[in-house]
C-alpha cells in the first residue's frame, strides 16, 4: 500500500481504534513503563516529538508523568490526530500540544526536541533506503544527542521462528474483537504491505539514518522496541 492508502485505513479505523486495541493494553503497559525510564534523564521541560501519534496513547501517558513536557504530535490521518487531540482536551494538556497533520517533511521549523518515540510506523515503509531516509528525518528534527524510542513488528519470515509468533500473535488478535476477515487482512498486509525483517536489519536501518547503534530494550510477540540516540557524526 502507498501512503494514500495506509492513510486510508486508518482514517476508517480512528473511531474504533483504541476501543479494538482494548485487550492488548497489557503490552502497550509494559511498553509504556519502560518508556518512562528510557526518558527519566530528560530535562524538566523537554521537548518531545511524537511520530505517527495515532489517538496519542504514549504521548497522553507521558503528558500525565511529566507536567512541563511539551509535545509535537505529527500524524497524517485527520480523524486519527482528531481522538489524539480530543484525548489531550480531556486530559487537559491541550496547551504543551502542537498538533500537526501530515507527515515529517511538511512540519514547520519549530525547533530541535530532546526526544521522540515513533511506534509501529516504520514497518510501513517497504523500501529500506526510504525507511532509512524516514529515520533520518526524525533524526534531524533531534537536538544533538537526542534520544529515539521506536518498536516494529520484526522478525526474520523466512524462519521457523516467524510461524509460532505470527501463530501466537493471530491468535491474540482474535482475542481482541478483531472480525474474522480483519485477522485475515491482516494475515495478508504482514506478508505484502509491512516490512516485516529481522530485528537486527530494523537496528541497522535507524543506523543507517543517523543513529548511533540501538539498544533493542523491549519484545512482545512480533513487536520488537529500540532506543536510539542521535549521532554525533549527523549534527549539522
Known sequence: MNQDEIKAVFDQQATSYDVQWAKTAAIKDCLYLLLE??????????????????????????????????????????????????????????????????????????????????????????????????????????KPGGILASSDLASDVASPEYEVLLRAWMSMMASSDILPEGIDRMRKAYANDVGVLPPIKIASIIEAGGFEPSVQFFQAGL?????????????A
Open 223 to 235: 513487536i520488537h522496541a529500540w532506543l536510539s540516540k542521535r549521532a554525533l557524526s549527523n549534527v
Open 37 to 142: 525510564s528510557l526518558f527519566a534523564e530528560l530535562p524538566a521541560d523537554a521537548r518531545i516529538l511524537c511520530v505517527g501519534v495515532g489517538t496519542g496513547a504514549e504521548l497522553a501517558h507521558l503528558a500525565r508523568k511529566n507536567p512541563a513536557w511539551r509535545f509535537t504530535a505529527v500524524e497524517p490521518s485527520g480523524p486519527m490526530l482528531d481522538g489524539c487531540r480530543q484525548r489531550a482536551e480531556e486530559d487537559g494538556f491541550t496547551s504543551r500540544c502542537y498538533f500537526h497533520e501530515g507527515y515529517l517533511d511538511s512540519l514547520p521549523a519549530i525547533g530541535l526536541h530532546d526526544a521522540a518515540t515513533c511506534f509501529l510506523v516504520s514497518q510501513f515503509i517497504l523500501d529500506q533506503q526510504a525507511r532509512s531516509g524516514f529515520f533520518r528525518e526524525i533524526s534531524s528534527k533531534l
